[in-house]
């Protein structure tokens, strides 16, 4: 069974530019998330879509920050525009059947914004 | 609110040495659930095993173990007879019910095992 897909791996833009990242979740998992890594720390929680529904996204700055999903599969997180301080990790996770279920996730986008 | 230590930010071992990983978690929530990631060079979180708070049960998977104890609020990972494969690092974290599905997470402990 293939995992959580992400892309691009990495990416580098300048500031003032917009980034998108791409996330295809594991076959049937119906709920998704967005993370954000900083260098040295643990994942923390953008937004989290059950299907198309965005049901947690209090983390997301809705100032540069928007996701979507929705045919509730792919899902797509812009920044537009990018900031120096962006420049991170950008991880995908998907579960099966909700928030009590184990989240798996994709292998991330790395981003430099110069 | 959730709050998940690992106080050892780096372990550096000898290929073949025992590792005990801490994991010290913080909860008011009577519900809730624990995990340990593994984050090699690739940059992917792999899962490794969850723990719900309901099961105090250790778990004993090949050369991984874990140790759960509420009175102690801790997860411990061990590996034992370590390998150069197991150079990453490894993330504890903590769900609950009333956070939704949000994950909390460690800051992370990179283990570098040394042939």
């Known amino acids: 069974e293939a995992g959580v897909v992400q892309s691009p791996r990495y990416k580098i833009i300048e500031k003032k530019q917009p980034v998108a990242f791409w996330c295809n979740p594991i076959?049937?998992?119906?709920?998704l998330y967005w993370y954000l890594q900083n260098l040295g720390q643990g994942p923390e929680l953008l937004i989290r879509?059950?299907?198309?529904?965005?049901?947690?996204d209090s983390q997301l700055p809705k100032d540069r920050f928007s996701a979507e999903r929705l045919k509730g599969v792919d899902s797509t997180l812009k920044i537009q525009p990018a900031e120096l301080g962006d420049s991170a990790v950008y991880l995908c996770?998907?579960?099966?059947?909700?928030?009590?279920?184990?989240?798996?996730f994709g292998p991330g986008t790395r981003l430099t914004v110069l | 609110a959730q709050k998940v230590t690992q106080a050892q930010t780096e372990i550096s071992v000898v290929e073949k040495e025992d590792v005990t990983l801490d994991c010290v978690y913080e909860?008011?929530?009577?519900?809730?659930?624990l995990f340990w990631y593994k984050q090699p060079p690739s940059g992917e979180l792999v899962f490794l095993i969850r723990?719900?708070?309901?099961?105090?049960q250790n778990e004993i998977s090949g050369r991984y173990s874990w140790n759960f104890q509420k009175s102690t609020s801790s997860f411990n990972f061990t590996i034992t007879a370590s390998q150069v494969v197991d150079s990453a690092v490894y993330f504890c974290?903590?769900?609950?019910?009333?956070?939704?599905?949000?994950?909390?997470f460690g800051e992370g402990t990179q283990l570098t095992v040394n042939p």
């Open positions: 996770a998907s579960s099966a059947g909700g928030r009590r279920d184990t989240q798996y």
């Open positions: 909860t008011r929530d009577t519900t809730y659930y």
């Open positions: 723990r719900n708070s309901f099961d105090e």
């Open positions: 879509y059950e299907n198309e529904e965005a049901v947690d």
């Open positions: 974290a903590q769900g609950a019910e009333t956070s939704g599905s949000r994950l909390t």
């Open positions: 076959s049937g998992h119906n709920t």
